[in-house]
Each structure stands twice: as C-alpha cells, then as structure tokens.
T-cell receptor, first 107, second 112 residues
C-alpha cells in the first residue's frame, strides 16, 4: 500500500474551471511537496508546505496536518496547466511520492 | 544557466548489457538522487548521495550501481542483474539532503 494516495488519478476539465487535486498520507511528516511533471517528463517543484496555505499565481496549496491531507487548487484553469501533478511527503530521512494525477484541460 | 542535465534522453539496452545514465548539475548542490518512475506508480528512490565519495542505497537499489567521484556528477549504471530495467529515470539534486529537490529532464530506458 502506497503511503501517499492521490485522487483523482485522471482529471479532465474545461478551460476556466476550478480544479482540485487531493493528497492523503498515512504517516507523520515534516514537509509536503507538490510537483508538476510536464509531458516531456521534466519535473518542477510548485510548493513546499509544512502548515497552512500557500499561493502562487493561480495555484493554491493547503495542508491539514491533523487530518494528514493536502489539496492543490488551480483557479481559472488553462490548457497549459495540463500535466501530471505529484504529491510527495518527507518524513524522517525519506521522501515518498504519490502516483500522480493526470490533468487535461480542454480549450 | 544553472541546472541539472541528464543524457541521453532515450537509451536502448540489449539483454545482458550494462548501460550508464549520466546526471550532471552545476548548482553546487551537495546531495544528488536517482529515481525510477513506472506507469501508475510514484517515484521510487534507487540511490542517493549526500556528499562526494559517499552514497546510500534507496528502496530499489538491486541491479543498479552509482559513483560520486565529483560533486557535479552522479552517474547511474543499470547492470544486467536488473531484470526489468524499462522505465523513466529521473535524477535530482538538493543543496543538502532533506532540502527541496530539483529534477533533471529524465532518461527513458528501453530494452531491445
């Protein structure tokens, strides 16, 4: 069983829609990361969270430490947001990665 | 420009052959990592190095080997002992271990 679960696995949206991707984890963590993987395979770090909420442009990430849950929101989605979004958690000396959510935004 | 480079982008391996994937960074990062990505699964750690001339096994080190002779370079060798090498391989680095990791563009390895 993966220690990091993401939902949904796949998500298709129309341009302009509000997107939510969820991440749940099963162990105590020191930090949670949201990563974006482009179709070519390259990965970019979007956020690192240990509590509360962070915002960058149209992206918002929240974390609830007590519930072991994080969400990534995209407002006013655009086709260029199409990518795989990966949740990763750090605990002790290890990083654990979710399987990713494939987002497709149609024009 | 600072960053991480991986080469080649695509690599083909014949049965019984060892192949080496290159990873270079000019970010002056101490720590470097190798991950394997398979469809429908999260990234899995193969090896990591916190400092030059030192490296540690990750979760799936069997069939792989690494070296860290220079700070900027962390090559991964996929040996013939790795029976299922077809995957996407990602290299990453961080200023120090446990800090935010920066990823390379990846190498896709295919078996002929």
């Amino acid at each position: 069983k993966n220690e990091v679960e993401q939902s949904p696995q796949n998500l298709t949206a129309q341009e302009g829609e509000f997107i939510t991707i969820n991440c749940s984890y099963s162990v105590g963590i020191s930090a949670l990361h949201w990563l974006q993987q482009h179709p070519g395979g390259g990965i970019v770090s979007l956020f690192m969270l240990s509590s509360g909420k962070k915002k960058h442009g149209r992206l918002i990430a929240t974390i609830n430490i007590q519930e072991k849950h994080s969400s990534l929101h995209i407002t006013a989605s655009h086709p260029r947001d199409s990518a795989v979004y990966i949740c990763a958690v750090r605990f002790d000396n290890d990083m654990r990665f979710g399987a990713g959510t494939r987002l497709t935004v149609k024009p | 420009d600072g960053g991480i480079t991986q080469s080649p982008k695509y690599l083909f391996r014949k049965e019984g052959q060892n192949v080496t994937l290159s990873c270079e960074q000019n970010l002056n990062h101490d720590a470097m990592y190798w991950y394997r990505q398979d469809p429908g699964q999260g990234l899995r750690l193969i090896y990591y190095s916190q400092i030059v001339n030192d490296f540690q096994k990750g979760d799936i080190a069997e069939g792989y080997s690494v070296s860290r002779e220079k700070k900027e370079s962390f090559p991964l060798t996929v040996t013939s002992a790795q029976k299922n090498p077809t995957a996407f391989y990602l290299c990453a680095s961080s200023i120090q271990h446990r800090e935010t990791q920066y990823f390379g563009p990846g190498t896709r390895l295919l078996v002929l």
